[in-house]
DNA sequence: AGAGAGCCAGTGCTTACATCA
DNA sequence: GATGATGTAAGCACTGGCTCT
């Protein structure tokens, strides 16, 4: 993974302490689409001074409008979609074969407009996989849509815009939730590590307080009968004991404990 | 300042599926 | 094994509030 990666895939943590704009290649033309994908900039602009991993959500900001219409109509003209949703008139049924695919078996629901044959609001539908599967993929290329982006999609899915609109709503606030709880899990992973990372250091304060009290000691004594070898950090009696009950070590060389003198 | 558009958060309702008696 | 009741997760849609133009 690259700096560019990085970038593109950010992750926020939402910490809120030491948070850094980033800089992106936002044309001002495209300012626009940074209001609209201003939910999305929370996550992929403002970097934490803690980052822990990569960012689900990747945006890219230079490819707006034509090209997920264009896509749209290369997927329709390979796809021929049922222009009908499951209402909840419409029975679907769905049944597993064999192999656990499933097939689903749609009985005819009569018509797609906003209204049933009673005139109540429509209630709930289904989408279809095929439009399932359109709508995913213009949401893999842009989270957010322009009215026209939108617009083409509707009349590709044979939707209402109205439809598309609340489908993407409704994609970016699965997607913020899968983050978040993404987010929670390093946190939590993170969180762990530091306490035990904090569990380490208090017993080594407790064994350095110990050995100051054991240095303290010694230099109680006279001072002749003490030397210090400067690269192995041993404290010596200078041989009056040479029955290895007065040599210690003071740590470890990684740690800041320093003995000054002994004189 | 007010209107309109667009988005998000919250929520209700429906559907599909799993589990259990 | 089949069936109905129940619980749950996921998806669709609506509403209210907010921000921006």
Redesign the pocket.
């Known amino acids: 993974m690259g700096l560019d990666d990085v970038h593109n895939t950010s992750l926020c943590l939402g910490l809120g302490i030491g948070c850094l704009v980033k800089q992106e290649n936002f044309s001002p033309s495209d300012?626009?689409q940074q209001?609209?994908?201003?939910?999305?900039l929370k996550h992929d602009q403002f970097l934490p001074s803690l980052s822990l991993g990569p960012s689900f959500v990747k945006f890219d900001s230079s490819k707006v409008d034509g090209e997920a219409i264009d896509l749209h109509q290369r997927q329709a003209s390979s796809l021929s979609l049922s222009a009908v949703?499951?209402?909840?008139?419409s029975?679907?049924?769905?049944e597993?074969d064999l192999g656990g695919e499933?097939v689903e078996l749609e009985r005819v629901s009569s018509r797609v407009s906003d209204e049933n044959e009673e005139g109540s609001?429509?209630?709930?539908?289904?989408?279809s996989k095929e439009?399932?599967a359109i709508l995913e993929d213009s949401f893999k290329e842009h989270?957010?849509?322009?009215?026209k982006q939108?617009q083409a999609l509707a009349e590709q899915l044979n939707?209402r815009l109205?439809?598309v609109?609340?489908?993407?709503?409704?994609?970016?606030?699965?997607t913020?939730l899968k983050q978040t709880e993404v987010d929670c899990e390093l946190l939590k992973k993170c969180c762990e590590t530091l306490t035990e990372e904090n569990k380490r250091l208090h017993r080594e304060l407790q064994e350095l307080k110990s050995l100051k009290l054991t240095a303290s000691y010694y230099m109680q004594l006279p001072a002749a009968t003490l030397t210090m070898c400067p690269s192995c950090e041993k404290v010596d009696n200078g041989g009056e004991s040479p029955s290895a009950s007065t040599t210690f070590t003071i740590g470890q060389k990684s740690h800041f404990f320093t003995v000054h003198s002994l004189h």
Do not use: I
């Open positions: 300012h626009q209001k609209k994908n201003r939910s999305f949703s499951s209402f909840s008139n029975s679907v049924k769905r597993r499933e609001p429509r209630k709930k539908l289904r989408l439009q399932s989270s957010t849509l322009n009215p939108k939707l109205r439809q609109e609340v489908w993407f709503q409704n994609r970016r606030a699965r913020k």
